[in-house]
């Protein structure tokens, strides 16, 4: 059977040459970088090294670059880490919006329940955050700006940079996930005005386990992790010198060949959306039009028109060796629609018939196609038209 993985907004595989570049960092080089012998120096070199080439892909100094264990240990870190200050300074008052990642929701929930008033923003109906609504929530004791740079469920890209010139006039301290964004578009934290901003490297081919937060010169941020002086003191722990490694060498590769690979996948995208609209009348495609990212694709079957189990589509397409996500989530025993298609606007039935495909630097058309047959032949047998 052929196995066809198109689930990479989800996670990547390792990149074979992240592999060959964290190698050493696992065997010989295992030297602690906090030692001042040879064996530190040795580790201390590469991960500084290795810090400074995230840096310049970001235009960001190497003193602005944290690592975390994780994209969302990178959002916590710097929500919670400015909000001491923030609630020193009266300024209690954080923006977001409902579509953004749990990491970011959860954490300015637990925000909301220390001193924090919170606006969650209404997104339109293809997931995108106006700038203007955000003009009208700031109030004199907002502190905090946190939205995404592109979504992971739909792929809409979101205004960053008019919302990070908003933020700057007003003098409130912005953060951005572009957890899924960066290798993907331009990330440049300057040209998005951006303070704050969270990366993971499982998303670009790079290890799991491994993320990173720029902080913006200047921002006062609390420490993470209490302990030795690791992370200029912020984040306590010895450093995962393998894994930073592996990350930046991911990072260059994903960035190295951007542009050549946008086109890949705006081809496979654009091709599979115009086959899919030919082939079945009753579907939405979720996500702009033009603002999206280019390696997702999110449909979804309008409850109106055909009654489909998103679930049983992806267990289906699973067991043809398929892997693709579904628009819901099972959280304590029940299947839950995605908050992010509920914000844009879906009916319940509709948000949970709802597939993402996502593409990868290893997905072809041929894979597209194969998956096309499939699913026609599954919703054949699943799918109960209304109309
Ligand atoms: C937009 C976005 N933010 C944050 C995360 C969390 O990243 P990690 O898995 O490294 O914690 C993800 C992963 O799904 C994501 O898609």
């Known amino acids: 059977m052929r196995i066809i993985y198109l689930d990479n907004a989800a996670t990547t595989p390792l990149h074979p040459q992240a592999l060959e570049a964290m190698k050493p960092f696992l065997m010989e080089k295992f030297g602690n970088p906090s030692s001042i012998h040879s064996f530190g120096r040795e580790t201390r070199a590469a991960l500084d090294e290795n810090r400074d ?6 235009g960001a100094k190497s003193s602005e670059i944290f690592f975390t264990s994780s994209g969302t240990e990178a959002t916590n870190f710097g929500l919670k880490g400015v909000s001491p200050e923030l609630l020193r300074e009266g300024r209690n008052h954080i923006i977001t919006s409902k579509a953004e990642h749990h990491a970011t929701l959860e954490t300015c929930e637990y925000l909301g329940e220390h001193g924090f008033n919170i606006t969650y923003l209404d997104v339109d109906g293809y997931g995108m955050i106006n700038p203007d609504d955000i003009q009208k929530a700031i109030n004199q004791n907002t502190g905090l700006i946190s939205l995404m740079l592109a979504n992971n469920e739909v792929g809409t890209i979101n205004l960053i940079r008019e919302i990070g010139a908003i933020a700057k006039e007003n003098q409130i301290i912005f953060h951005t996930d572009a957890v899924q964004a960066f290798g993907k578009i331009p990330v440049n934290v300057d040209e998005l005005g951006v303070d704050l901003l969270s990366l993971s490297a499982h998303k670009i081919y790079g290890p799991k386990g491994i993320g990173l937060l720029y902080i913006r010169q200047g921002i006062e941020i609390e420490k993470l992790i209490h302990g030795g002086r690791q992370e200029r003191g912020r984040r306590a722990g010895t450093e995962n010198v393998a894994y930073a490694v592996g990350f930046a060498k991911a990072a260059d590769l994903i960035c190295e060949n951007r542009e050549s690979e946008y086109r890949r996948m705006k081809d496979l995208k654009n091709k ?23 390696n997702i694709l999110s449909v979804s079957f309008d409850s109106e028109k055909m009654k489909i189990d998103g679930e049983s589509l992806m267990m289906n397409l699973d067991l043809a060796g398929i892997a693709v996500s579904s628009g819901s989530a099972c959280t304590s025993g029940s299947i839950k629609p995605s908050h992010v298609l509920m914000a844009m606007g879906r009916d319940e039935e509709t948000a949970k018939a709802t597939i993402r495909f996502s593409f990868g630097r290893a997905t072809t058309m041929e894979d597209i196609d194969y998956t096309l047959g499939y699913l026609e032949d599954i919703i054949k047998r699943i799918g109960k038209t209304i109309v």
């Not at 080439?53 to 970001?58: D, E, N």
């Not at 959306?273 to 990212?293: A, C, D, K, P, V």
């Open 53 to 58: 080439k995230l840096a310049r892909l970001l």
């Open 272 to 294: 599979m959306r115009e086959i899919l609209l030919s082939r079945f009348q009753y579907l939405i495609i979720n996500g702009h039009l033009t603002e999206s990212l280019q």
